[in-house]
Nanobody
Framework: QVQLVESGGGLVQVGGSLRLSCAAS????????MGWFRQAPGKEREFVAA????????GYADSVKGRFTISRDNAKNTVYLQMNSLKPEDTAVYYC??????????????????WGQGTQVTVSS
């Protein structure tokens, strides 16, 4: 089991930027494909971005493609989500997730094994 702690959320104006971080416990972080998901009030959790364990492969939801960038630093046991050109519809609780095994990136929430507690992102107009 891995513990995940998100940070970096907050209130930002339309067009602004935020960088989310997700710090993972354990010595095997470099073997975990990682993902970011979000959930807005009254809506289901949705995929945002994912990255392979090496960082060599990434995937994005169409709604964030070109605006968000996922990256990871395996030496720091941390995955990041750089969010630019934020829109009101990006408002949600953002969660990072870890999958214990895999060589690529994964977009299905059911494929992940552990989740963080979430961090709130609010984009005001």
């Amino acid at each position: 089991q891995v513990q995940l702690v998100e940070s970096g959320g907050g209130l930002v104006q339309v067009g602004g930027s935020l960088r989310l971080s997700c710090a993972a416990s354990g010595r095997t972080f470099s073997t975990y494909p990682m993902g970011w998901f979000r959930q807005a009030p009254g809506k289901e959790r949705e995929f945002v971005a994912a990255i392979s364990r090496s960082g060599g492969s990434t995937g994005y939801a169409d709604s964030v493609k070109g605006r968000f960038t996922i990256s990871r630093d395996n030496a720091k046991n941390t995955v990041y989500l750089q969010m630019n050109s934020l829109k009101p519809e990006d408002t949600a609780v953002y969660y990072c997730a870890a999958k214990y095994r895999g060589y690529t990136y994964y977009i299905g929430a059911s494929e992940y094994d552990d989740w963080g507690q979430g961090t709130q992102v609010t984009v005001s107009s």
